[in-house]
């Protein structure tokens, strides 16, 4: 397998999606339906599908909350909000989601069988030179493509939460990944705006991979006593000047996201990625982050205070 080149530039729009056709999202969550408002935002037509039609209409409600928050503060207008929010059409089926689109987005949970399932439904019904797109995190984009009977057109579309903010996309080539669908993918992240980075499938790719790391440490600091959640955080956002400390970032990504990443990357990697006790606790007992109000923090109107 050749080498990601960092440094290669896809720019010709045409390689995207093209005009007329309208981009899938497989999952209304907080990463589906961000990931639906960054297709939106450039004019995309985007289909949102969830395992019931109210979930995917949650989702576009979501969408349509936060950009009256954006458009409070003076950032967007109030007809681009607008906009955005009805190139968002929730549907109730895969096959009405992906009927002659260019590009599926799966933005499931963590667990290949799932994956392979929705994927399946998916290749029922979309056309052949639609883009296989997966937001996993961690899992191998070259077994997924190997399981559908799909692999050159498969490809991991990594966003960062929350979608319309972050820059990176991490693009994921499997092994059976062509080198068209790549370029395609490459042109998708210049034309939502993304700055893209390329890796070659391997366990928690690149950024997965790095950051649990910090953050598993972060929490094994807190659990023998080093320092406290807020003082590990300002560690790394004033001395490293990363925007948001490891504890905080687990809030905002979902403790339970971070447990199976990390369970995974154990199996695979070793024990340096084992997971720590506090975070299998915390998961247990059903404080999952900011999303379930409580993690490292609390989270309450006025922000988060140290738990």
Known sequence: MSTPDASTKVGESEHAFPEGRAVAVIGAGTMGHGIAQVFAAVGTSVRLYDV????????????KSGLARVVQKGKLSAADAERIVAAITPVAT??????????????????????????????ASAPADAILG???????????????GAADRTVGLHFFNPPPVMELLE???????SEPTVARARAIATKIGKTSILVNDAPGFATSRL????????MRMLESGVASVGDIDRAMELGYRHPMGPLKLTDLVGLDVRLAILDHLHKELGEQF?????????????HLGKK?????????????REA
């Open 211 to 218: 950051g649990v790391v910090i953050g598993a440490e972060a």
């Open 171 to 177: 693009i994921v080539r499997g092994v059976g990944t």
């Open 292 to 304: 379930t109000g409580r993690g490292f923090y609390v989270w309450t109107a006025e922000g988060p």
């Open 134 to 148: 997966s937001n996993t995190s961690s899992l191998s984009i070259t077994e997924l493509g190997a399981r559908i």
């Open 274 to 286: 084992r997971a720590p006790a506090i975070l299998r606790k915390l998961v247990r007992a059903g």
């Open 94 to 123: 895969i096959a009405a989601a992906t009927s002659g689109v260019s590009l599926v987005v799966e933005a499931a949970p963590e667990d290949m069988s799932l994956k392979v399932k929705i994927f399946q439904d998916v290749l």
């Open 52 to 63: 019931d039609l109210a979930r995917a209409e949650k989702g576009r409600d979501q969408v």
